[in-house]
């Protein structure tokens, strides 16, 4: 069980400020949530470095061995055909296709990885429970703060000293 | 605010022209020795070094065109790079005195039955009159357009005002057609006609992709070394990172189009036109297409993926200095085999490759000291200052 503490700002630096004091204060499970990107908001959070290019590398090397070795499987082993004498394994035909299910195969895993990374899909989260934080697709900057409930009245009271337009918090229930 | 001027460098410009005329100097002796292969390195130096400062006016005309603002810092570099257009005016000459030399199809006596057919079948375009209008047209259009974006650039520095940028936007975007088309005639008649069995319909975009990496990476390497000047002391990371993902892009763009060109011309097999792979993917010159396949492409293109590389500027001029030189044994591979069917390097590449840039240079560092060093009259310089892209 625990707590979310949640604080409207108005401005990229309020919002960065505010989570570069809550992060030394020793808030470790801070989130930021706002319909444009927030300037500085990576450095704030001190956010890692986003692993999906890891990923893509991945699908790019699948998609790109993938799709060469079934061309030389398909022309060169499986059912060779003389065209005009070209050789059956003709590396320069093959480029084409390797390049489209590189980008393919990379694309998709992009797509699937950073759904995978965001918790998708996930229906629900405790804090949709607080009906303000709907500004966050409209025109507010959310910090959120995941806390143990004890510890949740002194970061509400460091939001509003760090100047948060509004504070609320909502505990977690139990599971039935 | 005051006109911030480039502080360094001072005997650059003298230093250059003293390069310059050693180089063009040693070339002409190489030509007393030998003016046939003299003029084929001078030739290509040629080519090489122009297509960097039309690829630099093509940069500058596309910046106008998409209304980047975060370039506007770098911009007056860029403008001084594609402004050298001019210079290549006075120094096409030896081309033209020397064109019988140069191009086969000026003397189809000495050339083989098929390719003189070739050549007669071409005469209404390939003659001398004609090929020396059109290069007339080319380097006039590179020399006044460059010439005229960056006078209007200087002179807002002490007018101010947002109309001078409105007026070089319209010059930018209304020139990029006309810069498209003599670009592409330039390739076919300077690089194209030195082997008749070149047959490439693809081929101005490629010297364009070539040359447009070039001024890429001359920019890169300009403002490296301008990097401790006072006037760009607001050059971020961030405008590194975005000129390294340029470079990036249009390595991979060179790439994309040399392979469209091999790989239309390898799968027709068309004896018209195959000749030109033929004789550039055996022996020696096969070599040379292997390593640019590699050190053109595949190492730079990964190399170039990192971004802590792009934001170090140390290693991003490092990765530009490289891909110019690339792109240099690029121009030479596509030129020298027509000629020299086996590779047959001559110390006038070599001075006639520092003479030709070397005249550029001392122009470029003459015209940067005319100006301030970044456009202080743009209301867009604020905008490039906070570049910070996410």
Redesign the interface.
């Known amino acids: 069980m625990a707590s979310y503490v949640l604080g409207e700002f108005a401005d990229d630096a309020a919002i960065c400020a505010a989570a570069r004091s809550l992060r030394e204060a020793g808030v470790a499970a801070l989130d930021a949530h706002s319909p444009v990107?927030i300037?500085g908001i990576d450095e704030a959070l001190a956010l890692p470095r986003s692993p999906v290019p890891l990923i893509a590398l991945v699908g790019v090397l699948l998609g790109g061995s993938g799709g060469y070795l079934m061309m030389w499987w398909m022309n060169a082993v499986d059912y060779v055909i003389d065209v005009?004498g070209?050789p059956a394994h003709a590396a320069?035909?093959f480029?084409?296709i390797t390049f489209e299910t590189t980008v393919l195969t990379a694309a998709v895993f992009i797509v699937g990885g950073l759904f995978a990374l965001a918790g998708f899909p996930r229906l629900h989260h405790p804090v949709f429970e607080v009906e303000a934080f709907r500004t966050a697709s409209v025109d507010g900057l959310w910090l959120s703060a995941e806390v143990e409930p004890g510890r949740a009245e002194a970061v509400a009271g460091e939001l509003r000293r760090l100047g948060a337009r509004q504070v609320s918090r909502v505990d977690e229930e139990e599971e039935p | 605010m005051s006109e911030p001027r480039v502080e360094g460098g001072r005997g650059l410009v003298a230093r250059a022209a003293l390069v310059a005329a050693a180089g063009l100097g040693l070339t002409a002796v190489g030509a007393a020795l030998d003016l046939r292969r003299a003029l084929a390195a001078y030739h290509t130096a040629f080519t090489f070094w122009a297509g960097t400062a039309v690829g630099a006016l093509i940069l500058l005309g596309a910046f106008h065109a998409t209304k980047a603002r975060w370039m506007v810092l770098v911009r007056r570099v860029v403008e001084v790079v594609a402004t050298t257009s001019l210079v290549f005016v006075p120094l096409f000459l030896p081309v033209a005195l020397g064109a019988r030399r140069i191009f086969p199809w000026l003397e189809p006596d000495r050339l083989p039955g098929e390719l003189r057919r070739l050549a007669e079948h071409r005469a209404p375009y390939l003659n001398l009159p004609f090929f020396l209008l059109r290069a007339a047209l080319y380097l006039v259009a590179w020399a006044v357009v460059s010439h005229l974006l960056w006078r209007w650039s200087v002179r807002q520095d002490r007018e101010r005002g947002v109309a001078l940028t409105a007026r070089q936007r319209r010059l930018g975007i209304g020139s990029l057609p006309l810069l498209a088309v003599t670009i592409t005639f330039a390739a076919i008649d300077w690089q194209e006609s030195l082997d008749l069995h070149h047959a490439s319909t693809i081929f101005g975009v490629y010297y364009f992709a070539g040359s447009f990496l070039a001024a890429i990476s001359v920019v890169i390497l300009a403002l490296y070394a301008l990097r401790r000047e006072p006037a760009l002391a607001g050059l971020t990371a961030d405008h590194w990172h975005s000129l390294g993902k340029l470079l990036l892009a249009f390595t991979a763009f060179w790439a994309y189009i040399a392979f469209s060109q091999y790989m239309l011309i390898w799968i027709a097999n068309l004896p018209a036109e195959v000749p030109f792979f033929i004789h550039r993917t055996r022996g020696a010159w096969g070599v040379v297409g292997v390593l640019l396949v590699l050190f053109h492409f595949a190492v730079p293109f990964f190399l170039l993926l990192s971004r802590d590389l792009k934001r170090d500027p140390r290693k991003l001029a490092a990765l530009a200095a490289w891909q110019l030189a690339m792109h240099w044994l690029d121009v030479y591979y596509t030129m020298m085999p027509a000629a020299y069917p086996s590779p047959a390097p001559h110390w006038t590449d070599l001075t006639a490759l520092l003479g030709v840039g070397a005249a550029a240079l001392a122009f470029a560092a003459w015209r940067l000291r005319q100006g301030a060093a970044v456009p202080v009259g743009d209301p867009y310089l604020e905008d490039s200052l906070r570049y910070q892209p996410q």
């Open positions: 990107p300037h005009g070209r320069p035909a480029v084409p």
